[in-house]
């Protein structure tokens, strides 16, 4: 594999070459990727750890991290069935911005983030990483050397 260039994203920049984000392995050997979530309509901004999920659909928030985010969850309005390997569960679609760094790189993605209630099944899991940022990046995923990215190229 060639190396990459690696080159921080500034405001001015218009056609930056590649940006890549550390993610890492637990002790379990769990790939994980942190990132600050935004939730402007609810004012919601804070550090969440993401398992990357290649088989989700798209992103979500379960409840633990909503709570350590003080996600008003009595404010979420718009349901969204999803079908899993435990059975159907209803999600909540919120605009979101993900925002990876990782020094001076950076990576912004908006998305339609679905957020999950407490005492809901996913009560007690990690939130996922899903496809739909997982397609707008490469992920390099290598155990063996202990290096987990995600890049922009």
């Known amino acids: 594999m060639a190396a990459?260039?690696?080159h921080a994203i500034h405001e001015h920049q218009t056609a930056p070459v590649d940006t890549v984000i550390d993610g890492y392995f637990s002790a379990e050997g769990v790939p994980?990727?942190?990132?600050?979530?935004?939730?402007?309509?609810?004012?919601?901004?804070?550090?969440?750890?993401?398992?990357?999920?290649?088989?989700?659909?798209?992103t979500a928030l379960h409840p633990?991290?909503?709570?350590?985010?003080?996600?008003?969850?009595?404010r979420l309005v718009l349901p969204r069935e999803f079908e899993g390997v435990g059975g159907s569960?209803?999600?909540?679609?919120?605009?979101?911005?993900?925002?990876?760094?990782?020094?001076?790189?950076?990576?912004?993605v908006s998305i339609e983030l679905s957020i999950a209630k407490p005492g809901s099944p996913s009560d007690g899991l990690d939130s996922l990483l899903g496809r739909d940022i997982l397609n707008r990046v490469r992920?390099?995923?290598?155990?063996p050397q202990e290096r987990l990215e995600l890049a922009t190229s």
Do not use: W
């Open 139 to 143: 992920l390099e995923y290598d155990f």
């Open 89 to 108: 569960h209803i999600y909540y679609r919120e605009l979101a911005v993900v925002r990876f760094s990782d020094g001076d790189e950076i990576l912004s």
């Open 32 to 58: 994980y990727v942190s990132a600050e979530v935004f939730l402007p309509r609810l004012g919601v901004m804070g550090e969440v750890p993401f398992l990357i999920d290649t088989g989700a659909v798209a």
């Open 64 to 74: 633990d991290a909503g709570r350590e985010l003080a996600c008003p969850f009595d």
């Open 4 to 6: 990459s260039t690696r």
